[in-house]
């Protein structure tokens, strides 16, 4: 075939270059119908909205001084960009009341392969005073597959705390498998009303053994030793409290 | 009168027995749809009426309820001669849209079945009426391309007779069409990939492993190792992303329980036409004790190659002629992770059954598939009989019969060509200029291969080891001469990328969902499509309207295919000859990975190639 344009073919082509948005489908079927299927196609492969509930701890706790009910779980709903992100966690003491009650609701937006940035509210419902603060932290996968959360909360009384969270997942065997974990919080000022002191309070190292029977239903038993340190550890202290123990655990690791 | 109601209770009589001589066979003789031991009933014509809807089928003993064709699992077989026009009434009695996608056949683009590509797609109540003549001969299929139907049932084999006598005619052929059935709803599986991506896979790597490992390769070996898959937060076992944990594999809709059978004389020529129908399971086919020779690569013959075991990747499909003796034969297909299997028993009598063999270990991803240091690798596939008659055995493919002048003379004036550049093979084995990745990168973009390798001679992950033959893509030569002979006068590269911790597939970190402009194809020319393989998995890419030319050799026949699989860190070429004008899509043949965004649309164009 001739490579040299005739002067119809150079029409033709400029007509074409100035359609080029038109999609060819359109010349056979109603264009209307076609940009419904295409818009609906291109948001099918990519752009789906999806969710995670997940309860990672729901646990009988029990020490020297007392048992309790633990929970930490989170949720999130949305893009692979862009989600919207709740956290909650807290502790229900010996049968009688809620002592520790968190809810963060957060904006959480993937930045990197394995990095988001979270920015939000979180809210103490317990222990009073109730304390309200601004968030802000990220959440990922760091190499070696440790499991992050790092947050920075400025409450409503001005004070400035941090809390890093990581775990790592062992498996044994394809189902059981073993979870060290370690929090730590530190306050970069005192809040006496909320019983805080200044650096490193209510730190936590846990070892949590589960099974699961399926992915999304894994009962688990463990051990968690933690408390206060500094400052913080004084106070409890001077309340007759006991600054520092172990815990044994048991409880269910669950998802939708 | 008397007689025709005895003949009628006589019938009844005979199907009531029917059913209970059913329920008494053995599981591999019992049938849902009448395809043992006869093969598929198939669909012949040119006129073809066709339904969708939601029906059940059982598969090893359990209900599944799933999208099918005529209520059939697989879909009917259709029988189609070329040179034909067929017309095929697609009725959809879903209560979604439903499609027909027409895999690997050339026809106009409108008729090719993609919703928001070639068409609109069928809606509910409606009858769309397909019409196209048929300009090619062999095996191919057809399946739905509406959401995650094709993972509920909505596939079937198709096969167009050759106008003129078939030289690789038989005795008795068989479909052999592999596919993968879940009960769980397709959307939850995907749902559960995007919240927990490793979710279906049970292989991972123990703390028995490492000590395993540590006693046979020294601890020192066994924690680098951990800790350089650590540090780059891949895992080595991440072979399938949707595993046998949900996975029944079939053949032919049956479960390795029921165990399809196909029946031959012994002496018969058998014919099997191989179609791997899965959403995601990529198998490893043989039959133990039966040399199989490849006559057929995705429809289009290619000259007999006889081999042990072949890698059958989604949507390729493969002819293959065995020769049973008196006896009985178990086809395997092993899913590449090796965590499932589907089988069939080729037999001359009813109720023969052979040895299942046992599953091999699975497999782990190495540096190569990283395309981080294929040079420390070498050894893994040093020894491959397809080394020694390799992409670069000239003599071999035919070279002597080129002339490089004439290939040339098409060119359409791209001075800037740089020969080596358009033979990647030839750098094969060798350490290249670090690859370049002009491409977006961000949150959906884990690893950049920095030394991606032609891996077109190289066997399948998990069969590098194996001591009998395997079929790798250079083994492929196309029978007939490929029909456009031009060198390409561009080429485009094109990345496969992800990350898998989100569970995002992309190409050139973009997913479809964020794509504005379609990929251009001028019409008439030759492209050099390069894919480069980012990703640690292998990806059937698929192309449709026009075949691809497998950048194999410099020959002229170079194998055609419609789907071929990328392996982890390889860069390999395919050319193509943009002759077919409209809009193709163009992705990822795993299902989850497309509905992830592994897709583009290929827009072919009536325009000259801008200079």
């Given amino acids: 075939m001739s490579r040299i344009p005739t002067l119809p073919t150079i029409g033709l082509v400029l007509f074409a270059v100035g359609a080029d948005a038109q999609n060819a489908a359109d010349a056979f079927y109603d264009a209307q119908a076609m940009a419904t299927a295409r818009s609906k196609l291109q948001e099918g492969h990519g752009n789906q909205v999806n969710s995670l509930i997940i309860a990672e701890r729901l646990e009988y706790s029990t020490n020297d001084t007392g048992d309790a009910v633990v929970w930490e779980g989170q949720g999130w709903l949305g893009t692979d960009r862009n989600k919207f992100w709740v956290k909650t966690e807290g502790e229900y003491v010996d049968g009688e009341e ?159 | 009168m008397n007689f025709t109601r005895r003949k009628f209770l006589q019938q009844g009589t005979f199907a009531v027995a029917g059913v209970g001589l059913n329920l008494a066979l053995p599981p591999w003789a019992r049938s849902g749809t009448a395809s043992n031991l006869t093969g598929m009933r198939p669909l012949a014509g040119k006129v073809f009426d066709l339904s969708v809807a939601a029906a059940s089928s059982i598969i090893d003993g359990r209900r599944g309820h799933g999208v099918l064709v005529n209520e059939q699992l697989p879909a009917p077989l259709l029988r189609w001669r070329e040179g034909d026009t067929v017309t095929l009434r697609v009725t959809n009695r879903l209560e979604v849209d439903t499609s027909i996608h027409w895999h690997g056949i050339l026809l106009p683009f409108q008729m090719d079945g993609v919703p928001g590509v070639s068409f609109p797609g069928i809606s509910p109540g409606e009858t769309f009426v397909y019409e196209f003549p048929l300009q090619q001969a062999g095996t191919y299929w057809y399946h739905s391309h509406s959401g995650l139907q094709e993972q509920s049932g909505h596939y079937g084999p198709l096969i167009i007779e050759p106008r003129e006598a078939d030289p690789d005619s038989v005795e008795r052929e068989y479909v052999i069409l592999l596919s993968d059935w879940t009960f769980e709803d397709p959307h939850r599986v995907f749902a559960k990939l995007k919240k927990m991506p490793d979710n279906y896979n ?336 292998p990806h059937p890419i698929h192309l449709h309207g026009m075949f691809f030319e497998v950048v194999t050799n410099d020959s002229e026949f170079k194998p055609r295919k419609h789907t071929i699989v990328v392996k982890p860190g390889e860069k390999m070429s395919v050319d193509i000859t943009a002759d077919a004008v409209g809009d193709w899509a163009f992705h990822c043949h795993l299902l989850y990975h497309m509905h992830a965004g592994m897709m583009r649309v290929v827009s072919v164009v009536d325009e000259l190639v801008p200079v």
């Fill in chain 2, 202 to 537: 049970f292989q991972q790597r123990t703390v028995q492993e490492f000590f395993r490992d540590s006693r046979e390769d020294g601890l020192a070996s066994a924690v680098d190792d951990r800790l350089m898959w650590g540090d780059k937060r891949m895992n080595p076992t991440d072979i399938a992303d949707v595993t046998g944990a949900t996975y029944t594999y079939l053949i032919n809709g049956h479960g390795p329980k029921d165990n399809w059978t196909g029946l031959f004389k012994p002496g018969e020529r058998v014919r099997l036409r191989f179609i791997n129908a899965s959403a995601m399971s990529i198998f490893n086919v043989r039959i133990p004790g039966l040399p199989l020779s490849v006559v057929q690569a995705d429809g289009l013959p290619v000259v007999p190659v006889e081999t042990d075991e072949f890698q059958i990747g989604v949507a390729e499909t493969f002819d293959v002629i065995v020769k049973p003796d008196d006896r009985a034969y178990t086809l395997m297909a092993e899913s590449n992770d090796r965590y499932g299997y589907a089988r069939a028993t080729l037999a001359p009598r009813e109720g023969m059954v052979a040895p299942v063999p046992e599953l091999r270990s699975r497999p782990t991803l190495t540096m190569k598939d990283m395309a981080m240091d294929h040079g420390s690798m070498g050894s893994s596939d040093a020894g491959h009989e397809s080394m020694d008659g390799g992409p670069v055995d000239h003599a071999a493919m035919g070279h002597g019969k080129m002339d490089h002048g004439a290939m040339n003379h098409d060119l359409m004036g791209n001075g800037t060509m740089d020969h080596a550049a358009m033979n990647p093979v030839s750098n094969h084995g060798r350490a290249a200029a670090p690859q370049a990745h002009d491409h977006v990168k961000g949150p959906g973009v884990v690893g950049l291969a920095a030394n991606p390798v032609n891996r077109l001679h190289e066997r399948p992950l998990g069969l590098q080891d194996e001591d009998h033959r395997v079929l790798v893509y250079t083994d492929l030569r196309a029978r007939d001469c490929n029909p456009d002979v031009r060198m390409p006068g561009r080429e485009l590269e094109l990345h496969l990328t992800s990350n898998m911790e989100r569970y995002m597939w992309s190409f050139d970190g973009v997913k479809f969902s964020e794509v504005d402009e379609p990929i251009k194809f001028y019409k008439g020319e030759r492209v050099r499509l390069t894919l480069v393989n980012d990703t640690m998995m």
């Fill in chain 1, 98 to 256: 809620i002592d520790e009650a968190e809810l963060q609701l957060l904006y959480s937006r993937a930045v990197s392969a394995f990095w988001d940035v979270q920015a939000g509210i979180r809210h103490d419902f317990e222990p009073t005073p109730r304390r309200s603060h601004l968030v802000i932290g990220t959440q990922g996968l760091a190499p070696y597959w440790f499991e992050v959360d790092a947050a920075l909360f400025l409450s409503d009384e001005g004070k400035v705390t941090a809390r890093i969270e990581t775990e790592y997942e062992l498996s044994l065997t394809q189902r059981l498998i073993l979870q060290p974990r370690l929090e730590i919080n530190l306050a970069a000022s005192a809040d006496e009303e909320a019983g805080i002191g200044k650096g490193l309070f209510d730190t936590v190292a846990e070892l949590r053994l589960r099974y699961e029977f399926r992915r999304e239903f894994a009962p688990y038993i463990g051990v968690s030793w933690g408390g206060d340190f500094g400052d913080t550890a004084d106070m409890v202290q001077r309340q007759d409290g006991k600054a520092r123990g172990f815990s044994i655990v048991a409880g269910f690791r669950l998802w939708y």
